[in-house]
């Protein structure tokens, strides 16, 4: 890649008391990227995310956003990033509207929120409240929250976690729209088809350190490269197209 990377994580090591939770990470992103740290439960994916969006702190290593040290100018670093927060962080009983001029009033910037709403799919749910929401409409919800202050990158920790398939497809398309529109994405998965359909590039992470970095589809033409065959034919059709036969229509959103 010929431009600087948003983002640079270099030899990262995190420990707690006696866990090694990332033992030696260093990976790139650059603009306009999906990017996905893709490992199994405990792989040390959301220490590593939280490291860099400056909310934790590490043992060792060095860690830039957009040119910045976390160390050194972590207020900078967080007036450029939007961060997904747990659901635990939204008033229940507020509207989606009076949510999103909330957190517009405390990053000090306008927003037109029901302008915001459209962007994720939301428009008919303005007058909503967050708990009446669906799964991935919070998440959807969610999403919009990390747009506001129009960040040059997000951070999404696992943002598909819990939902349906249907629901799933269609978050991976509301992201593929933030990239379109020119911001950075950064997320966390264990799902593999998850990382194999929605990135640009993956970093495969176990047990805290990175063990292969490339784009879904070279670190798979690699493997087959070396003569892997899978031991058993994929079948024609998957458990959604027995229910979409029988049923006439798709797993639901919600
Ligand atoms: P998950 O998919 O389950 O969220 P992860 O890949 O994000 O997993 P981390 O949450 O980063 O993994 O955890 C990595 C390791 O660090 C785990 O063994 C976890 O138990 C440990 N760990 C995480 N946070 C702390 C903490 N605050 N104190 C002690 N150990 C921690």
């Keep these: 890649m010929d431009r600087d990377p948003v983002i640079k994580v270099d030899r990262l090591v995190k420990h707690y008391q006696g866990v090694q939770a990332v033992r030696d990470i260093s990976f790139e992103v650059f603009p306009g990227e999906i990017f996905g740290l893709l490992g199994p439960n405990g792989a040390g994916k959301t220490t590593t995310l939280e490291i860099i969006e400056t909310l934790r702190g590490k043992t060792s290593g060095k860690v830039h956003v957009a040119g910045f040290d976390t160390d050194r100018n972590p207020g900078e670093i967080k007036k450029l990033i939007g961060v997904q927060l747990q659901s635990a962080g939204y008033y229940p009983n507020l509207t989606l509207v009076e949510l999103i001029r909330l957190f517009s009033g405390l990053y000090n910037v306008d927003t037109d929120a029901n302008a915001m709403l ?13 708990k009446q929401l669906s799964g991935g409409q919070k998440q959807r919800f969610s999403i919009a929250t990390t747009l506001i202050n129009r960040p040059v ?3 999404l920790d696992e943002p598909t976690t ?5 629901a799933r497809v269609n978050l991976w398309g509301l992201i593929r729209g933030i990239r379109e529109q020119g911001t950075t994405v ?29 784009s879904p ?18 079948k024609k059709a998957s458990l959604e197209d027995v229910f979409l036969s029988l049923t006439g229509h798709k797993w639901r959103d919600e």
């Design 118 to 130: 459209r962007k994720v799919g939301l428009e008919d749910k303005e007058r909503a409240r967050y």
């Design 217 to 234: 589809d070279k670190l798979i033409d690699n493997l087959v490269a070396t003569g892997f065959e899978r031991k058993k034919e994929m």
């Design 162 to 166: 819990g939902l349906d398939p249907q």
């Design 186 to 214: 950064v997320l966390t998965t264990h799902y593999m088809e998850e990382a194999e359909h929605l990135c640009d590039r993956v970093a495969i992470i176990e047990k805290g350190a990175v063990i292969a970095i490339d």
């Design 153 to 155: 990158v997000v951070f």
